[in-house]
């Protein structure tokens, strides 16, 4: 089914949410303040304006009402992103996911109603930060303050071994849930299923039961 998405401020972040929404192809409203940014998304969004978000009026014209989901991609003008919240919440719309720059301006657009608060270049500066202390984990997603899913690579120590062999629930506590091997992907891996030096394991638990299960890997 086909929604409808706006996108609010087309910097750096917004503007990767809307080419990637409209390479879906979904419906797209792109809405700026700023002329230059509007025409580089002409031919990408299926409708770009000018306007100012923080204006209820305007917003309403531009039928966001209809809307499915908006997602507010102001970056440094907090003020603006915290205006524009509000509008949109006023107006009714259920689906708002907003980019905080900080903390205080998390807590403040929860405080509003926004329905979704992403902190990209925090996740981003966490994911980072997990793949610089740790050679083996390639990728991480925090799940809550003390889950996360990471991905790495089998290595030599697994390779050649059947989960079953492993036992890494028993061993790690943790539990592998899926294997990728070149271009494919095993969803519900068996336990015979046995493991290549060069797959990527994606493993779900408790941080330090993960810590220590990527330890062991070589
Ligand atoms: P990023 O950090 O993701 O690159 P920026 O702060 O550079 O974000 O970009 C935010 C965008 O939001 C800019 O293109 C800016 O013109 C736009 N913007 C700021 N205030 C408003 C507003 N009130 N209404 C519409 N767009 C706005």
Same mark, same amino acid.
Request: proline share 6%.
């Given at each position: 089914m086909k929604r409808d998405y706006a996108v609010i401020g087309l910097g750096r972040f917004g503007g990767s949410i809307c080419k990637e929404l409209s390479a879906e192809g979904r419906q797209v409203l792109a809405i700026d303040l700023d002329e230059d940014r509007i025409n580089e998304f002409k031919n990408i969004a299926s409708h770009a304006v000018i306007a100012d978000s923080t204006d209820e009026a305007t917003l309403k014209e531009l039928g966001i009402?209809? +809307?499915d989901h908006v997602i507010v991609? +102001?970056?440094?003008?907090i003020q603006a992103s915290i205006l524009t919240t509000v509008v949109l919440t006023d107006l009714g719309l259920s689906k708002i996911t907003v980019k905080a720059q900080n903390d205080y301006h998390e807590k403040i657009l929860k405080r509003i109603g926004a329905d979704q608060v992403v902190h990209p270049e925090r996740d981003m500066g966490k994911r980072i930060a997990h793949n610089i202390i740790s050679n083996n984990i390639l990728d991480y997603l925090e799940l809550s303050d003390d889950h996360s899913i990471v991905e790495v690579k089998a290595g030599r120590k697994m390779g050649g071994n059947s989960l079953a062999k492993l036992d890494i629930r028993a061993n790690?506590?943790?539990? +592998?849930v899926a294997i990728k091997r070149e271009k494919d992907i095993n969803v519900?891996?068996?336990?015979e299923e046995v493991l290549n030096e060069e797959d990527i394991l994606i493993v779900i638990g408790a941080d330090k039961d993960i810590s220590r299960f990527e330890k062991h890997l070589v």
């Open positions: 009402k209809n +809307i991609a +102001i970056g440094d003008n790690y506590g943790c539990n +592998i519900s891996p068996a336990a």
